[in-house]
C-alpha cells in the first residue's frame, strides 16, 4: 500500500512514476498520483540470457511438477514460511511435484546463522511429518547469464511462485 504522503513527496521531486506493472501503478493512483504522471513500463528481458537454445538446468528430482520459489537470501519477508506451510497442507508425498527453494549461496555467518538456517529448520520441520511432500533447497550461486535455465521451456510443469510480504 501506498501512503498519499509518499505520493505528495513523489510529486514534488519528480516528474513521473514509471510503474513495472499496472497493479503497482494502481497503488499510486489510488494514494493520489493523477493519471498523467503515472505509467506502465514493464520489466525487460535480455535475448542473450532467456534463450531456448540455453541449455536447461536439471532439478535433482524426479518429480514432474515443480514449484520454484527463487530468492535473494532468505529473510521472514519473503515469506518462505508461508510457501513451505501452504505446500504442505496442499500437497503429500503421494503427489507427483515438488517444491523446490532456491537461495544464493550465502557467505556472512551472521546472515547464514539468522537466515538461511531458520529457513534449512523450517524444511526440516515440514519433511518430519508424516506423507511430506519433497521440498528441496538449493543453496547455489547461479550466473546472471544462467538465470533463464531454470526455467527451462519445454521440460516438464512448472510454477514460478512469488510470495514477499507485503508487496505493492
Not at 544462467?146 to 512469488?162: D, E, K, N, V
Request: hydrophobic share 40%; net charge positive.
Amino acid at each position: 500500500m501506498v501512503r498519499r504522503e509518499e505520493v505528495q513527496a513523489i510529486l514534488e521531486a519528480y516528474d513521473m512514476v514509471l510503474a513495472p506493472s499496472q497493479h503497482v501503478l494502481t497503488a499510486y493512483l489510488q494514494a493520489g498520483l493523477p493519471r498523467r504522471r503515472g505509467a506502465v513500463i514493464p520489466y525487460g528481458i535480455d535475448p542473450a540470457v532467456y534463450s531456448p537454445e540455453m541449455e536447461p538446468f536439471h532439478y535433482p528430482t524426479r518429480k514432474q511438477f515443480k514449484f520454484l520459489h527463487t530468492s535473494f537470501p532468505w529473510v521472514q519477508e519473503k515469506g518462505f514460511d508461508l510457501t513451505i506451510q501452504a505446500f504442505g497442507r496442499a500437497f503429500s508425498g503421494r503427489d507427483d511435484v515438488s517444491l523446490i527453494l532456491r537461495v544464493p549461496k550465502i557467505r556472512d555467518p551472521g546472515v547464514r546463522k539468522s537466515g538461511f538456517d531458520r529457513l534449512d529448520a523450517l524444511v526440516k520441520e515440514a519433511l518430519a511429518k508424516p506423507d511430506a511432500p519433497e521440498i528441496l533447497l538449493m543453496e547455489m550461486d547461479v550466473e546472471p547469464n544462467r538465470r533463464a535455465s531454470f526455467l527451462p521451456p519445454g521440460q516438464t510443469a512448472m510454477c514460478i511462485l512469488y510470495g514477499p510480504r507485503g508487496s505493492v
